[in-house]
């Protein structure tokens, strides 16, 4: 019976691991975005003979400008937060199918006090 208990405590614990990263992969991706885009713009504007401190201010522009282009849609916005709310959610509803099968395989304690 411990082995049992000890092996679903395992697998509970990766599970959540697994779940956890991906939230943090999927969270991670969204606020490093914007980065990549400045970034990406900087580099093509720089490419086309401009200086780097000019680049850098219409790289910021550009991500600024799309930034609001996707405030003004927020269904865009939304979907995309509740695609990682739902994401939890189900990570959550993954862990809670473990709590039966430890329960069941709980070790046993004795409830009897021991005397000396």
């Known amino acids: 019976m411990k082995l049992e208990w000890v092996l679903a405590k395992v697998l509970k614990f990766f599970t959540f691991v697994l779940f956890m990263f991906m939230v943090l992969v999927y969270f991670g991706f969204l606020l ?3 980065l990549d885009v400045m970034t990406q713009l900087t580099r093509i504007f720089s490419a086309i ?3 780097t401190v000019i680049a ?3 790289g910021i522009g550009g991500v600024g400008y799309l930034g609001y282009r996707i405030y003004q ?4 916005y939304q979907l ?3 695609i990682g709310m739902e994401l939890i ?3 959550q509803a993954q862990l809670r199918r473990f ?3 430890i329960e069941d395989s709980k070790p046993a ?3 009897s006090p021991t005397t000396a």
């Open 80 to 82: 995309v937060i509740d």
């Open 99 to 101: 709590d039966p099968l």
């Open 56 to 58: 850098a201010a219409l």
């Open 89 to 91: 959610a189900f990570g």
């Open 109 to 111: 304690t004795s409830d």
């Open 32 to 34: 490093l975005l914007p």
């Open 73 to 76: 849609l927020p269904q865009l």
């Open 49 to 51: 003979g401009l200086p």
